[in-house]
């Protein structure tokens, strides 16, 4: 990948990361910050009624985005971002548009869901 690439994912991943950060210090002080389209993931939860399994299970997810963020920082560091854990081919950079932590090709992130889902019946 082009070093003006590189940098282009840094700053969006850098810019995430700060959005996470500060989501997750709010969580701590016990604002409840959600914003409706996370309630819209919860099946029974009504926005009135979001206690505080709810709030640890937000904080849980940005916590496990957050790791995802700072490998990926990591991965631009030592050359490695962009390729895929699988078969080492470079990840589509509209795939990592939308989703700059991305350690998997669209083929082999689809075989990983096929197998998840053979394993779940
Ligand atoms: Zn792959």
């Known amino acids: 990948m082009k070093k003006e690439k590189l940098e282009y994912f840094r700053q969006l991943l850098l810019k995430e ?10 969580l701590k002080k016990g604002d409840i910050y ?5 309630t819209k993931d919860v099946v029974d939860a009504a926005a009135d009624e979001i206690d505080k399994a709810f709030i640890m299970r937000i904080r849980d997810r940005e916590m496990k985005l957050l790791n995802k963020i700072e490998e990926s920082l990591k991965k631009i560091d030592n050359g490695t971002y962009g390729i895929c854990e699988e078969c080492g081919c470079e990840i589509e950079e509209k795939r990592l548009e939308a989703r700059p932590v991305a350690t998997l090709c669209i083929s082999c992130k689809e075989e990983q869901e096929e ?3 053979k394993n779940k019946h």
């Open 115 to 117: 197998l998840e889902k």
């Open 34 to 38: 959600v914003d409706k389209d996370e």
């Open 17 to 26: 990361k700060k959005r996470i950060i500060e989501k997750i210090e709010k």
